[in-house]
């Protein structure tokens, strides 16, 4: 449409550059000096002599119309009443919108750039939200605890493990894990990549076990664990275990 | 003998709490207002309710008000806005005022009883073609045109309405008059 405005003002110009002058002209909205000289232009070019009187016409007839349609209305909008209680009136009985009528008539109302404008950053928004879920889920919650100073116990006994495979003839070569060298927990909930790595062959089996069990028999086990392989620095003192307990003192008479 | 006060003391009346000064506002703009409305969207109905929603709009946005605007630029600018908003609306429950507008050519208007009954079905007709003619201009060049001609605004003043610089609304105003020239004409050779 803007193309088509622009053409129209582009041929007008290769014609005659003066189609704003004439304007002002026609609706009298020209100072004294600039009507005197368009006066004078229009007496030799006769596209814009042609124009300006093709367009008294169109002004006439526009204003025959005017005259007749706001003429036959007698009453304006408000007839006289009080507008600030007419405004008073519709605040109080204007029915409160829904939020989804409201995104409704958003997309009623709006043009269609909007409309696809929205729907495609709505897209984009809820596609980035579902990759953003798919990637925190993903990440395996892992704690590796590894003491290179000490002698390691799993690689001892994976040591073992290999030696004792070994004596077995046929058996190719065992496909180590990488991760039983080191304590592996893996969160409970994260079911989905506790799979792919036992397909992996990344877990193992008792890993997995272990991994099923309840969070805090999980701990307990995984602590005792840690305790009993002097993995965990600070244990609680052997001495501990003589102190008396509450219900012993309890029991004693007061001294 | 009460003091005539210009449109801008009544703006700031109103601005400042002073409910009587917007009815003032009201009073003064309505007419024009609703001629506007009436020019934009074709249909007495539809002029009524824009008229209506311009001025309840005007009265809750009152703070929006820029002092140094006129108060007839911030009128128009908000009557445009609605009968835009109102035209989209139509055009989407697709209830355009040119379906109705045999229906409503023949009920706004009614001839002088001197007129005799054939010129009047002549001017009729002529207005008719008139309306189509302006209702089939794009809203841009409408507006324009409205603006001018029904409430007889200055360039300047439809430039602040609008928000454009004037050489625009020059040039629009070119344009719609020369697609109104030739659609008055191919108009016309159809009803011949």
Not at chain 1, 98 to 122: D, G, K
Request: proline share 4%; charged share 30%.
């Amino acid at each position: 449409m803007k193309e088509m405005w622009d053409k129209i003002m582009r041929e007008r110009k290769e014609i005659c550059a003066r189609a704003e002058d004439l304007i002002a002209y026609l609706y009298s909205e020209a100072s004294e000096t600039e009507a005197r000289d368009f006066e004078k232009h229009i007496e030799r070019c006769a596209p814009c002599r042609t124009e300006l009187a093709a367009f008294g016409d169109v002004r006439e007839a526009v204003g025959e119309w005017r005259e007749q349609a706001l003429g036959s209305i007698a009453s304006p909008a408000f007839e006289n009443k009080d507008v600030t209680a007419f405004a008073s009136a519709q605040e109080i009985y204007k029915p409160k919108r829904s939020a989804l009528a409201a995104i409704r008539e958003f997309f009623t109302l709006s043009p269609l750039w909007m409309r696809a404008a929205t729907a495609a950053i709505a897209l984009i928004f809820c596609a980035l939200a579902f990759i953003a879920i798919a990637h925190f889920k993903e990440q395996p919650k892992v704690v590796v605890i590894n003491e290179p100073n000490k002698a390691n116990p799993v690689q001892e006994n994976r040591n073992a493990t290999v030696a004792s495979k070994d004596e077995q003839p046929n058996t190719p070569a065992i496909k180590e894990p990488t991760v039983p060298q080191q304590k592996v927990f893996v969160a409970n909930n994260d079911k989905a990549q506790t799979t792919r790595q036992v397909k992996n062959g990344t877990i193992s089996h008792q890993q997995l076990a272990g991994t099923r069990k309840p969070a805090l028999r999980s701990n307990l086990n995984a602590s005792e664990e840690l305790v009993e392989n002097d993995y965990l620095p600070f244990t609680a003192p052997s001495h501990e275990e003589k102190l008396p307990s509450l219900a012993d003192l309890a029991d004693e008479p007061n001294q | 003998m009460g003091t005539v006060t210009s449109d801008e003391q009544v703006g700031e009346r109103a601005l400042s709490g002073d409910a009587e000064a917007f009815g003032e506002i009201v009073r003064r703009w309505e007419r024009r207002i609703f001629a506007l409305a009436y020019g934009m969207l074709g249909r007495e109905e539809d002029a009524r309710d824009a008229t209506q929603e311009t001025f309840l709009s005007a009265f809750r946005n009152l703070r929006g008000f820029r002092g140094e605007a006129k108060v007839s630029s911030w009128l128009h600018r908000i009557a445009v806005n609605q009968c835009i908003t109102r035209q989209r609306r139509a055009k989407v429950r697709s209830e355009t005022a040119l379906e109705d507008e045999q229906e409503a050519d023949g009920a706004s208007y009614s001839a002088p009883a001197m007129e005799s009954p054939a010129r009047a079905a002549e001017s009729r007709e002529r207005t008719a073609i008139v309306r189509r003619a302006i209702n089939a201009l794009p809203a841009e060049l409408r507006q324009v045109v409205v603006m001018k001609e029904f409430e007889e605004l200055t360039f300047q003043e439809i430039a602040d309405a609008l928000d454009l610089p004037l050489s625009t609304v020059k040039s629009r105003l070119y344009t719609a008059l020369r697609q109104l020239q030739m659609r008055l004409k191919n108009m016309a050779h159809e009803v011949a």
